[in-house]
C-alpha cells in the first residue's frame, strides 16, 4: 500500500532478479491533490488551530464551517472527464467480432442489450463454449430479448445446457422455444415440422438426470477451520502481550506449504497501477475478466466477470460511484490520490440504516480478539466481521498533526460528496442545512477511524495473468483491508509466511516449517533483502506507525547483494536433483509437484544453511512465483 513513497530504481538495482518491481506511468496531475492542496491553504495549513480539536464529530464540524462551499467539491475534478453517454442503439449481428461485441455490451443503454448478448452467445456456442454462451442467452432474456429469433434463442439455449448435463432446464427451454415459434419468420409447414423436432427432443430428455453440481475441489484455502473462525487454520493460537500486543503462534508444528489464513476482504477497492487495467478487472471479485466482461448498466468504465458480480456491484457500492464518477475521474488523476476512495467502498457498500444502528459498537474502543482459551473470539456473521474491522489497530494517538489534518479533510471532502447522491435519500434521510445532520457526523466518525485504520493495515491486492509455459505476470491492481490477517500478525523483515491472493481474497502460506510455539509473521512489503535496515525502519515507521525490532533490524542483516552467497558442497550435490525436477515441473505446468520439491529445498535450506544467505532469499521467492503460477491455474479454470 506504501510502495509510492519508495525508490523503486533503488529496489530494482539489488542483484536480486526474483523480484522486480514494474514503474507504470501514471498521471502526472492530480486535480483532487489540488482540490485537498487549497482547502489546506484556505484554512492555514495543516498545523492550524482547527485540527488540534480532539472530538472526531467537532473537528469535522470544525472544518465544515470553516470552508465555504466550493472547496473540497468532487465535481472539480469531475468536470476534466470524457463523459460517455451510453448508445440508444447498436447494430450487432451474428458476424460482429466478439472484440466489437463486447465494446458495443460497454457503450449501449441497458434497454438494448438484448440482441448484443444473443450475438455473443451464438459466437460462444459456435466455438463450443457452451457454458459461457448460456449464461449469455440468460442475459440476453433478462435485457428483454424478443422477436422472430426468441425461438432460436431457447432452443440454442436448450442446447447449451444439454451439453452441461442441465436437462431439466433444457426441457424448460424446449418448451417455451414451442411457444415462441408462432413469433417465427417461417410458413407454417416449416413451423409445424420445428415443433415437431422439439416435441421429440423433450421426449428424448425428459427422463434424464441433472448431473449432480460439481463443487470445485482444487481451490486452495484453509484445511482444517478453526471453529470460532473458519478463515483461520486451527493450528493457530493468538495470543496478546505487552511487548507484542496481538500475535498468532504455532499451536503444534506447521509443516511449509500450509494455508494457514484465507480472507475475502472488506469490499476492496479496484485501483490498478495502470489506469487503463480498471477495464481489465472485476470491479467486485477483482478477478481478471478474461474476454467475456460484463457491462455496468450505468457507466462505461468498469466491468464485472459475471452477471452475479454485476449485480453485486451495482447493489452495494459501485451505484454511488457511478453517482460520484470516480472511475472516469481515475482515467485523469492519479492512483495515489484516488486511493482514498477505498475507504469510502466499504461505507457505501452498507445502507445508513446498518451504520446508524451498530455506530456505538463500531466507535467504542474494544481490543478483546481473544477468549481465556487463546481461541479468536468468534467471528460467525457479517455484523462480526464489521466489529473486528473496526476493532483494528488505529494508532490515533501517535498520528503527527499533519496526518490528522489531512484526514479530516479527506473525510468532510467524503462527506460533501456523498451529498452529490441518493446515498441519504434511499433512507428517507434529507439533508437541509449547511452544518452537518446528526446522520453524516456519525457517517463522518466511522470514515475518520477507517482511514486511520486503513494508514496502517492496507494490503495491496494483485492481478495474474497466466501468460502460458509456467510464466505468470504480476501488477499491482488496488487495495484492501484483510481484518482477520492483518488484526493479529505482527510483520517482520524476514516472516516464515508469504501472501497472495485469488481476485480479492488473500491467503497467508507457511514458507518456513514452523515450530510448536514460534511467531507466525506477515512482511508489510519490504523483505530486508531488498532494504538496508535503517530505511526500512524509517519507512515502517512513516507508513505504518511502528519501530520494527526484528533480528533482520536488530542485527542489521545486510542486502542481497552483500549477503553469503556460497551454498555448502553437500548441500549443493542435496539440491541438485530436487531443483533439476522443480524446473522441468514448472515447465510443464505441474504445480503441485514444482510446490512439493519447493517443500524439500526449503526444510533442507532451513536445516543446514544460517540466514541470512542469498540462497533462502531466492528460495523465498521462488516458492511464492510458484504460488502465483498455482493461483493463476485455479483462476483460468
Known sequence: SGMASIDLDRLNSTGNTSRKFEKVRDNEFSTIGKIMEDAMGRLGGSNSEIFREKDVGKLLDGVQSALEHTYLDLSEAGDLCTKIIKLKK??????????????????????????????????????????EAAVDFEQALVFQFKGKDLYKLYHKLAQCYQKTKKFSKSVECLENAVKSIKSAKLNDKQKKEYVKILKESIDKISNKKDATKNI???????????????????LIQIKVSAEKGRHVVAREQIPVGTILMNDEGMNPFLNPDDKDNAMKFCLVCMKNVGSLPFPCLTCARVVYCSPTCQQMGAAQFHGYQCQLDIYNIR?????????????????????????MANQNLFLEKSNTCIDSEGNPIAVQNELDRYKQ?????????????????????????????????????TQKVKIKTEQFTEEELIIGKLFFKLRLISEANLYPVWGVEDEGSGQVGIESIGSGIYPSIGSCLNSTCNPNTIRVNRGHEVL????????????????????????????????????????CSCKACLNNWPVYDQMEADVPTEVQEELMPIEKENAAALRSGDIEKALAGHHQEISVLQEKVPEPHQVHVTMRNSFQYCWWNKIANEMSQ
Open 508 to 547: 497467508v502460506i507457511a514458507a518456513q516449517n514452523i515450530a510448536k510455539d514460534e511467531e507466525i509473521t506477515d512482511n508489510y512489503c519490504i523483505h530486508y533483502s531488498e532494504l538496508p535496515a535503517q530505511d526500512r525502519k524509517e519507512w515502517l515507521k512513516e507508513s505504518f506507525q511502528f519501530d
Open 90 to 131: 447498436c447494430d450487432s449481428n451474428e458476424h460482429t467480432p466478439l472484440k466489437d461485441l463486447n465494446r458495443a455490451l460497454l457503450l449501449t443503454h441497458a434497454e438494448y442489450l438484448g440482441p448484443i448478448f444473443y450475438h455473443r452467445a451464438m459466437a460462444l456456442n459456435a466455438w463450443g463454449k457452451y457454458k
Open 331 to 355: 482515467q485523469k488523476d492519479t492512483k495515489d490520490w484516488c486511493r482514498i476512495f477505498s475507504t469510502m467502498n466499504i461505507i457505501l457498500a452498507k445502507p445508513l440504516d446498518f451504520w
Open 389 to 425: 474491522l473496526f476493532d483494528m489497530v488505529t494508532h490515533e494517538d501517535e498520528i503527527p498533526l499533519e496526518t490528522r489534518a489531512k484526514h479530516a479533510l479527506v473525510v468532510v471532502f467524503h462527506l460533501r460528496s456523498l451529498r452529490m447522491t441518493n446515498y441519504y435519500s
Open 216 to 234: 470445485n475441489k482444487d481451490v486452495s484455502k484453509v484445511k482444517e477451520p478453526h471453529k470460532t473462525d473458519s478463515r483461520l487454520s486451527r
